[in-house]
Nanobody, 118 residues
Framework: VQLQASGGGLAQTGGSLRLSCAAS????????MGWYRQAPGKQRELVAR???????NYADSVKGRFTISNDNSKNTVSLQMNSLKPDDTAVYYC?????????????WGQGTLVTVSS
């Protein structure tokens, strides 16, 4: 499975951006799709993830500002980022975990840079 991420770019503090990620094939197994980010000098961290059935969870730092959504028919996941802060500046990575044959299969998209200016 290949993941194609789009969106990102430059925003001002308080602005908004939207990230999207599309999987190259329809996933019929249980899966979780999400976004991680990695700022310079920091470890990669989970931003938000959404499960096949629609349940989601978020990092405390983005709760109330970011919204993740998915479209199972298209195997896409989007991340709407509002009220952006300079601390949100990072490379964002799309991730897909597929649970198949009693194993977890992990896929990553290419990173997309989000820069928030103060």
């Amino acid at each position: 499975v290949q993941l194609q991420a789009s969106g990102g770019g430059l925003a001002q503090t308080g602005g908004s951006l939207r990230l999207s990620c599309a999987a190259s094939e329809i996933i019929e197994d249980f899966y979780v799709m999400g976004w991680y980010r990695q700022a310079p000098g920091k470890q990669r961290e989970l931003v938000a993830r959404i499960y096949y059935g629609g349940a989601s969870n978020y990092a405390d730092s983005v709760k109330g500002r970011f919204t993740i959504s998915n479209d199972n028919s298209k195997n896409t996941v989007s991340l709407q980022m509002n009220s952006l802060k300079p601390d949100d500046t990072a490379v964002y990575y799309c991730n897909l975990k597929v649970y198949r044959d009693q194993s977890e299969h992990d896929y990553w998209g290419q990173g997309t840079l989000v820069t928030v200016s103060s």
